[in-house]
Nanobody
Framework: QLQFVESGGGLVQPGGSLRLSCAAS????????IAWFRQAPGKEREGVLCISPGNYSTNFASSVRGRFTISRDNAKNTVYLHMDNLKPEDSAVYYC???????????????????WGQGTQVTVSS
């Protein structure tokens, strides 16, 4: 079965940090663009960051600029989301996915993304 497996979420205080992991199961992500999305209760899923096969990152959410970064380790078949200075509004279920043959771009519709995992919950609260 082809899917992503997200992990690393949890409860953290405002101003804290977390590192989320996105592991590919059943395929290699080396030549794929990989994006992180998040969805808070009652809100639509939104793109956060995306990384190209060449390690170029694209920011989908201005609210995380300067606080979140994305990286990849092809040897581990894993992409990471590094989150610093977390805020309560960052609380959401975080997912990773790939636009397949499309690049990282705000013009690629979420419907083009594939292999969604179960997500990992991030809760920022004091």
């Amino acid at each position: 079965q082809l899917q992503f497996v997200e992990s690393g979420g949890g409860l953290v205080q405002p101003g804290g940090s977390l590192r989320l992991s996105c592991a590919a199961s059943g395929f290699t992500l080396e030549h794929l663009s990989i994006a992180w999305f998040r969805q808070a209760p009652g809100k639509e899923r939104e793109g956060v960051l995306c990384i190209s096969p060449g390690n170029y990152s694209t920011n989908f959410a201005s609210s995380v600029r300067g606080r979140f970064t994305i990286s990849r380790d092809n040897a581990k078949n894993t992409v990471y989301l590094h989150m610093d200075n977390l805020k309560p509004e960052d609380s959401a279920v975080y997912y990773c996915s790939t636009p397949g043959g499309f690049p990282c771009s705000i013009y690629v519709a979420p419907s083009e993304y594939k292999y969604w995992g179960q997500g990992t919950q991030v809760t920022v609260s004091s």
